[in-house]
């Protein structure tokens, strides 16, 4: 008879999760993954979330063009990568997460996660280095909506991948490695399915009732 676990496998395991005191800090607190296409809605409904339950909203999104703003090497080749609408290096994206998560950790009662994970392999990574999701947030708007307000956006963002061509290929890796990260959560019974076609408002009152039902 063998045993079970090999000594070498608990210590690998330790080693890529937390530190204890890390893991102490984020005790309780709430992790949001809010996921949905491109021009869903994710940004706009987790600001009106920060708004009235005072929660952190990290957009991953947000912290790559950060990055890419401050001209570091790094950041240049991200934005090539964003440019074509493509998924930047898992680990990158989770460096940065963890930094800011942990930054915050013992002042905040939550945190939304906006626009990850993008690919399974990215909420796998993020459960074994940070923590589990305790909800997800799915933004569901249909291709024509998506496209429709993003390409309404692009008229000010300033966004290098507000535009139709890109648009495209960012709806292609939407459908392709992003939906199923819902299929993956959906057998731990915490999806959370928004109708996002309506009015920001109307969005809004049906996050409302699911993360009421929270406490
Ligand atoms: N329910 C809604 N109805 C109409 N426009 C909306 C909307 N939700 C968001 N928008 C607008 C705001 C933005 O200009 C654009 C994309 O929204 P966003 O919050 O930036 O999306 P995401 O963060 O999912 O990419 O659409
Ligand atoms: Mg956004």
Redesign the pocket.
């Known amino acids: 008879m063998g045993h079970c676990f090999s000594h070498d496998s608990i210590k690998t395991n330790e080693e890529q999760g937390l530190p204890k005191a890390d893991a102490e800090k984020l005790k309780g607190v709430k992790i949001i993954f809010v996921v949905?296409?491109?021009?869903?809605?994710?940004?706009?409904?987790c600001e009106k979330i920060v708004e009235k339950y005072g929660f952190t909203h990290l957009?991953s999104?947000d912290l790559l063009r950060e990055e890419v703003r401050s001209g570091s090497e790094r950041g240049k080749t991200l934005s090539e990568i964003m440019e074509k609408g493509e998924l930047v290096p898992l680990d990158t994206v989770l460096d940065m997460l963890k930094e800011a998560i942990l930054a915050k950790a013992e002042t905040s009662k939550g945190f939304l996660i906006?626009?990850y994970p993008r690919e399974v392999a990215q909420g796998e990574a993020f459960e074994k280095k940070i923590g589990s999701p305790t909800l997800l947030l799915y933004?569901d708007a249909g291709s024509e909506t998506m496209v429709e307000?993003?390409l309404?956006?692009g008229e000010t963002?300033g966004r290098v991948d507000d535009n139709e061509e890109t648009i495209k290929s960012r709806l292609k890796t939407y459908y392709s490695a992003t939906e199923p990260v819902i299929k993956f959560y959906e057998g731990r019974g915490i999806v959370r399915r928004i109708n996002?076609e309506?009015?920001?408002e109307s969005?809004f009152e049906e996050v409302c009732t699911h993360l009421d039902a929270l406490n």
């Open positions: 949905g296409g491109p021009g869903s809605g994710k940004g706009t409904q957009s999104g906006d626009g933004i307000r993003l309404k956006r963002s996002a309506g009015s920001v969005v």
